[in-house]
């Protein structure tokens, strides 16, 4: 079966800089692109980052770019969001969702094959 585990969540202050883990399982990991969404309550939908595993490319929010960074570990079929300067607006439902043989592109248009369940990060000012 296809899992996708989102972790790292939590409460933390404003300018903080949790990490958000995906650990990956039943996918042939390179073949994936892999990204975050996070939903918030009165906010549509927003896809934060993206990395296409097989050439690492990367893709940002501009509302996130700069104080985040995606990152994929191989070995583990982990994608990790490391996140800075933490702002109350980011709080909401962080998602890790899956592609194969898509791009980020195809990711933030909705084209992507798994979605996983996903991690609360609340953040407090």
């Known amino acids: 079966d296809v899992q996708l585990q989102a972790s790292g969540g939590g409460l933390v202050q404003a300018g903080g800089s949790p990490r958000l883990s995906c650990a990956t399982s039943?996918?042939?990991?390179?073949?994936?692109?892999i990204g975050w969404f996070r939903q918030a309550p009165g906010k549509e939908r927003e896809g934060v980052s993206c990395?296409?595993?097989?050439?690492?490319?990367?893709d940002y929010a501009n509302s996130v770019k700069g104080r985040f960074t995606i990152s994929s570990d191989n070995a583990k079929n982990t994608v990790y969001l490391q996140m800075t300067s933490l702002k109350p607006e980011d709080t909401g439902v962080y998602y890790c969702?899956?592609?194969?043989?898509?791009?980020?592109?195809?990711?933030?248009?909705?084209?992507?094959?798994?979605w996983g369940q996903g991690t609360q990060v609340t953040v407090s000012s």
């Open positions: 039943g996918i042939t990991f390179d073949d994936y692109a």
């Open positions: 969702v899956a592609g194969s043989g898509y791009g980020c592109y195809d990711l933030w248009t909705g084209e992507f094959d798994y």
């Open positions: 990395i296409e595993i097989s050439d690492r490319s990367t």
